[in-house]
């Protein structure tokens, strides 16, 4: 059975990958709806990454993830190169929670 579902969602999901491509020329978008899709994926990316960071399962994740995850935007903001940001919101999230914050 698990395999079923398996075969059934991948022929869904090449289903619609494959159906943007052959639409793109048959669906006109306006103007103003092509200005909005990147903002809406930055929007969506947002979201994905705040949930992330201020939960964890059904409850808040407390506050040294929230803090590690502020470090790393803070050090990507300043351009710092990417392994540095994931260890430095590491080691912040790490001190933290050895220092007893959950």
């Known amino acids: 059975m698990l395999i079923v579902a398996v075969i059934a969602l ?3 999901t090449y ?8 639409l793109r020329d048959r669906l006109e ?3 103003a709806v092509q200005r909005l899709l990147p903002m809406a ?4 990316l947002a979201a994905l ?9 059904a409850e808040f994740a407390g506050v040294a993830r ?8 803070l050090l990507a903001w300043r351009k ?3 392994v540095l940001v994931v ?16």
């Open 80 to 82: 710092v190169p990417f």
């Open 87 to 102: 260890v430095g919101a590491a080691v912040v999230a790490a001190l933290l929670r050895l220092a007893g914050l959950p």
């Open 29 to 31: 978008l306006s103007p």
């Open 41 to 44: 994926a930055a929007a969506l």
């Open 49 to 57: 990454a705040g949930t992330a960071a201020l939960t964890s399962g």
């Open 15 to 22: 289903a619609m990958r494959l159906s943007g491509v052959l």
């Open 66 to 73: 929230p803090a590690g995850v502020a470090f790393g935007a």
């Open 10 to 12: 991948g022929v869904g």
